[in-house]
T-cell receptor
Framework: DAKTTQPPSMDCAEGRAANLPCNHSTISGNEYVYWYRQIHSQGPQYIIHGLKNNETNEMASLIITEDRKSSTLILPHATLRDTAVYYCIVRSFSGTYKYIFGTGTRLKVLA | DAGVIQSPRHEVTEMGQEVTLRCKPISGHDYLFWYRQTMMRGLELLIYFNNNVPIDDSGMPEDRFSAKMPNASFSTLKIQPSEPRDSAVYFC?????????????FGDGTRLSIL
């Protein structure tokens, strides 16, 4: 699976959009980009995933560049409850089934 | 809908004791995963099952660790004998299907402390 690179930490003002970047320059054509977050003392929570096209759900939007070498998770109106560690994961379409969690981005939403 | 349920949430025991962690996956999910999270190593996959059959146990650290899935709604991870370095948070996750576009859903984990 491709490796991902994320900034170690970010701050965001409450009510503003939080844009979390991820680089995955060695991604293969059949590999999905997944985003999870982990709030203290809880298990990782699935947010969104995509292959080529941008995706949106009730939690967030995922923007994937045309060359697929990077992506951005957007939380449109961050709240204090969005404070968490956000993990970007690249996962193969078939074969090994492993998520390889990196160190993630620690997002702090400020009041 | 009920998510993945793990028990106990916290376990403190002395070195050398047997520890059993339990997991109930989401109903209808045919894949089950056990992970371990530590500050030093982050989240690591230990083993996963498909239709109750272990598929890949290459992440299991030692023979002291064993996992079973006797039926579709229950799995255990056992450590015998336990050691202080086994202290970690252990997560169970489940998913449906074997396509790369199926997300895994995690439980809230068991925080294990071996004294």
């Amino acid at each position: 699976d491709a490796k991902t690179t994320q900034p170690p930490s970010m701050d965001c003002a409450e009510g503003r959009a939080a844009n979390l970047p991820c680089n995955h320059s060695t991604i293969s054509g059949n590999e999905y980009v997944y985003w999870y977050r982990q709030i203290h003392s809880q298990g990782p929570q699935y947010i969104i995933h995509g292959l080529k096209n941008n995706e949106t759900n009730e939690m967030a939007s995922l923007i994937i560049t045309e060359d697929r070498k990077s992506s951005t998770l957007i939380l449109p109106h961050a709240t204090l409850r969005d404070t968490a560690v956000y993990y970007c994961i690249v996962r193969s379409f078939s074969g090994t089934y492993k998520y390889i969690f990196g160190t993630g981005t620690r997002l702090k939403v400020l009041a | 809908d009920a998510g993945v349920i793990q028990s106990p949430r916290h376990e403190v025991t002395e070195m050398g004791q047997e520890v059993t962690l339990r997991c109930k996956p989401i109903s209808g999910h045919d894949y089950l995963f056990w992970y371990r999270q530590t500050m030093m190593r982050g989240l690591e996959l230990l083993i996963y099952f498909n239709n109750n059959v272990p598929i890949d146990d290459s992440g299991m650290p030692e023979d002291r660790f064993s996992a079973k899935m006797p039926n579709a709604s229950f799995s255990t991870l056992k450590i015998q004998p336990s050691e202080p370095r086994d202290s970690a948070v252990y997560f169970c996750a489940s998913s449906v299907g074997d396509e790369g576009n199926q997300p895994q859903h995690f439980g809230d984990g068991t925080r294990l402390s071996i004294l």
